[in-house]
């Protein structure tokens, strides 16, 4: 069995901070990599930022700084972000990291030298903030189509791709791989709209600035944006038109590329033409995930709604912030946040179902059997249907997750934690702890449910790793095995609250008077 999996997110661009929205796909990511560890897969785990273009001249120009400076300055937030999440990537890459860049520039080369890319002339409708050259029929009320901006005609000297050379090819190649592009309504949009229609050559150098890779055979011209940022995924596992690399040929192709919806037909036509001319194996799946938006749209400084990861660290911690992002978004649709939610769902499922199973749970340990707790194997019917949960429930998580589907993978490991509570209340643990003669009884009670707290905090790590390792060290037990085992010896820690209840009105207002302090 290939044990190895390798996954990106697409690579943040370096023109702000990012906003909880953009920070969603890297949690969403780390979840997939930490699970695939979990699981005993060699996992590499690529994310980064995309550094040139001319919406970094003119931003770095504002700012009174060089564009290297100002890239510098972005790409250090950013990492520190993605840092503040607990997010376990392998490799943080950068567009502006020479090695990149040297590469970049032998891939144009031998695109160039194949006939794949050529010198012409470029004549467009032109968005600078998505640097994006669009058609008259692409616009929408006369504005760019992404961003609703308004476009400039430019017309200058440009390299162009063919992309019209592999649009047969790639059309027969997505309709022979379903499971290439996800979810399917995204690979559907793709071929009708854009494949099936005919593909344009794609623009892949400018000359119009100079904050960019430089074409090594004409320095007028800088790669643009596209051929730069989308071989990034390539450039940093040891990929080298000239050489043969072991590196390069153990991780790719990539298992799978995360990105946002709104990128997706650059990472299923741009990108899988780039390599068919490369001469290399396509991703072996594209994920667009939707979006998170906020109750009254998309997040936008202009409509001042835009929430931020580090305060929303700040407020609630991390793995509260990582169990809304990956709990509650859709696999396929839109999702919405907003701290009223994130409230709710902590006090809801991380207060009351998760974090009072615990604290309940040890302290009938501690206080009945002094925290030295053992299976005396006295058993009813109802412990046989929770152990049935117990044991099923790593198998349910990989049905899910092999789907993508994060949010229905920690509802199974939630059913678990439901039904322990519900056995707590079945079984009644204080009225067995007044009879003598039903102490191992009330012991195998306990036992039962601190199995079901142990496998649950072993498979929640992926999505919530401090608690789970907080979990395990009040469990103060060694064993990470996914199924019920019988023959444990518990000797518990005390207990510690894993998750505070909020006050709704208070944590509201506690907000709001720090956003008018920030202002």
């Not at 990539?254 to 290399?280: E, N, Q, V």
């Not at 979006?291 to 580090?310: E, F, Q, R």
């Not at 696999?331 to 604290?359: A, K, Q």
Request: net charge negative; proline share 4%.
């Amino acid at each position: 069995m290939n044990n190895k999996y390798f996954i990106t997110t697409a690579i943040a661009y370096t023109s702000g901070k990012p906003h909880i929205g953009n920070t969603y796909e890297i949690v969403l990511a780390d979840a997939i990599a930490r699970y695939k560890r979990l699981k005993g897969f060699d996992v590499f785990f690529q994310t980064g930022t995309d550094e040139h273009g001319e919406k970094i001249e003119l931003k770095a120009k504002e700012a009174g700084l060089s564009p290297q400076e100002f890239v510098d300055n972005v790409s250090t937030e950013i990492k520190r972000i993605w840092d503040i999440m607990n997010t376990s990537y392998d490799k943080f890459v950068r567009t502006t990291d020479k090695h990149h860049e040297e590469i970049v520039q032998k891939i144009f080369k031998k695109m160039y030298d194949k006939g794949d890319i050529y010198l012409g002339e470029y004549k467009g409708l032109y968005c600078t903030p998505c640097e994006s050259f669009w058609t008259e029929k692409e616009l929408v009320d006369g504005k760019c189509p992404d961003c609703g901006r308004e476009v400039s005609e430019k017309c200058e000297e440009a390299y162009f791709f063919r992309l019209s050379r592999y649009q047969d090819k790639l059309i027969e190649y997505i309709e022979s791989h379903p499971e290439f592009i996800e979810p399917e309504a995204r690979k559907n949009e793709m071929i009708n709209n854009f494949l099936k229609p005919g593909l344009q050559d794609l623009c892949v150098s400018r000359t119009s600035f100079k904050w960019g890779i430089p074409v090594t055979f004409n320095d007028k011209h800088v790669v643009y944006v596209w051929l730069d940022a989308l071989t990034n995924y390539i450039t940093n596992i040891g990929y080298d038109p000239d050489k043969e690399s072991a590196e390069f040929n153990k991780w790719w192709p990539a298992d799978l590329h995360l990105i946002g919806k709104d990128i997706i037909r650059f990472h299923t036509i741009y990108w899988p033409c780039f390599l068919m001319s490369l001469d290399l194996p396509l991703p072996k799946q594209v994920f667009g995930h939707p979006w998170l938006l906020m109750n009254d749209g998309k997040m936008s400084k202009s409509k001042g709604n835009v929430i931020y990861a580090d305060d929303l660290v700040k407020y609630f911690g991390v793995d509260a912030v990582r169990y809304y992002l990956l709990h509650e978004i859709p696999f396929s649709t839109d999702g919405v946040i907003s701290h009223e939610l994130l409230i709710e769902r902590i006090n809801s499922d991380l207060v009351n179902i998760l974090g009072n199973l615990v604290n309940r749970t040890i302290t009938m340990g501690i206080k009945y059997f002094d925290g030295k707790v053992q299976n005396k194997k006295v058993s009813s019917d109802i412990d046989a249907s929770l152990i049935r949960l117990i044991n099923n429930l790593d198998k349910n998580i990989e049905l899910k997750m092999d789907k993508l589907e994060i949010g229905s993978a920690i509802d199974q490991i939630f059913e678990v934690l439901r039904s322990s509570n519900k056995y707590i209340d079945d079984t009644t643990p204080w009225v067995l702890a007044k009879d003598e003669s039903s102490k191992d009884r009330l012991e195998t009670v306990i036992y039962n449910l601190l199995e079901a707290i142990r496998v649950s905090a072993v498979l929640i790590k992926p999505f919530l790793p401090d608690t789970s390792d907080n979990i395990l060290n009040q469990l103060n037990i060694k064993d990470n095995s996914f199924k019920f085992n019988e023959n444990n010896t518990y000797e518990l820690n005390n207990p510690s609250i894993l998750f505070q209840r909020i006050d709704m009105n208070q944590k509201l207002q506690e907000i709001e008077e720090n956003k008018r302090e920030n202002e």
